[in-house]
């Protein structure tokens, strides 16, 4: 199972790209709602999600993904169940993916210490020890790291290739005709 974290204010593209490579890869996917069921998006677009965070079943998940928008970030900072969703995945060995803002909650948590990571420019300070790197992805073990964006897609793929292989990740950027 993997768990989309949506915050108000999150970034849109950032939840719901990777939400859409998963599900298309064959991935059951829920968007998780900070604060209730319907959050905003930092561009006004409102999505329901499938379930609150309190509703979580941590046992069954796979995969975290944190979406970036610094809004839906501090909307993670702030919630309890959210960040103990975070430490439960890095404490279990857990995939865990955080794109645009959202790699600097890693780096407070010391999850990025000695690993590749990215994230939006100008917040690499906040990645606390992480080796960054210019990419539009990294994957270092069980954490994946999107820079903003305009890598939502790729990190989509990323996410599914982590889960599924190479060859599932191949053909859904086939299936879309992502060329990036």
Known sequence: MTYILL????????????????????????LVGIGGKIVRGGHGIAVEADLTVEEMKLQEMDLLVLPGGLGGVRS??????????????????????????????????????????????????ELFGAKVQDAAVTTDGAIICGRAAGS????????????????????V??????NG
């Open 7 to 30: 915050g108000e204010g999150f970034e849109e593209i950032e939840a719901l790209s990777p939400c859409d490579i998963l599900r298309r890869g064959g991935e059951e996917v829920r």
């Open 173 to 178: 950027r086939k299936g879309i005709v992502f």
């Open 76 to 125: 993670i900072e702030q919630s309890k169940p959210a960040m103990a969703a975070i430490r439960y995945a890095a404490e279990n060995g857990k995939k865990i993916g955080a794109i645009c803002a959202a790699p600097t909650i890693l780096g407070k948590l010391g999850l990025l210490n000695g690993k590749t990571a990215v994230c939006y420019p100008g917040m690499e300070g």
């Open 152 to 171: 939502a897609t790729a990190f989509g793929l990323a996410l599914l290739c982590a889960l599924r292989g190479e060859t599932a990740a191949e053909q």
